[in-house]
């Protein structure tokens, strides 16, 4: 490996500490976008909280090499942007598949998720799962169901021995009338 001047390495050391410390990365060439579509992403990046910045393809490279991830080379051509997310994996592939959807100059290369790069495909399915918040909810529902179901049931039962004692009671007094 080359040397590489300090601020550079400074640039590169950034992009391997993002790298390493988010837990999802989504790569796109930019290429085509006017300033205000750009204003436009970098303002729904930062309100979902997703780090997003444009970096050369070599600077990328190198710090990929030393977080120890490989097979992102392949990916590595024209214009580069990275959206970084230290929390929610799938928010940056969401931000991105939907800014996608609206402006077709924005063109989604790759992923990283967990330090292992994947493709188009992969960062499209990521994009269409559940947020957190409804993959939660969804598991608090599930988790609740069948403590409803047993409530429901004993309910059921105390009502039916409320009936049958009512039913004797009313048979007694009929015979004792």
């Known amino acids: 490996m080359h040397s590489i001047r300090p601020e550079k390495a400074a640039k590169v050391s950034e992009l391997k500490d993002l790298m390493t410390g988010s837990k999802g990365v989504i790569l796109v060439d930019y290429c085509g976008l006017t300033v205000a579509e750009d204003t436009d992403l970098r303002r729904k990046m930062r309100e979902a909280g997703v780090t997003y910045m444009v970096a050369k393809n070599t600077f990328v490279r ?7 991830i490989e097979g992102l080379d392949s990916f590595l051509e024209h214009n580069t942007a990275l959206a970084f997310s230290a929390e929610d994996p799938v928010a940056p592939a969401k931000i991105l598949s939907e800014f996608a959807k609206d402006h077709k100059a924005l063109e989604i290369k790759a992923g990283i998720l967990d330090g ?11 994009a269409d ?3 957190r918040e409804v993959l939660l909810a969804k598991l608090i529902g599930s988790m609740q169901a069948p403590i409803s179901g ?23 007094e009929q015979e004792s009338a």
């Open 62 to 68: 190198i710090a990929a090499k030393e977080a120890g």
């Open 150 to 172: 047993l409530v429901n049931v004993l309910h059921g039962t105390l009502r039916n021995f409320v009936y049958v004692v009512d039913a004797v009671r009313q048979k007694k």
């Open 129 to 131: 799962l559940p947020s």
């Open 116 to 126: 292992a790069v994947i493709g188009l495909d992969e960062v499209k399915a990521l």
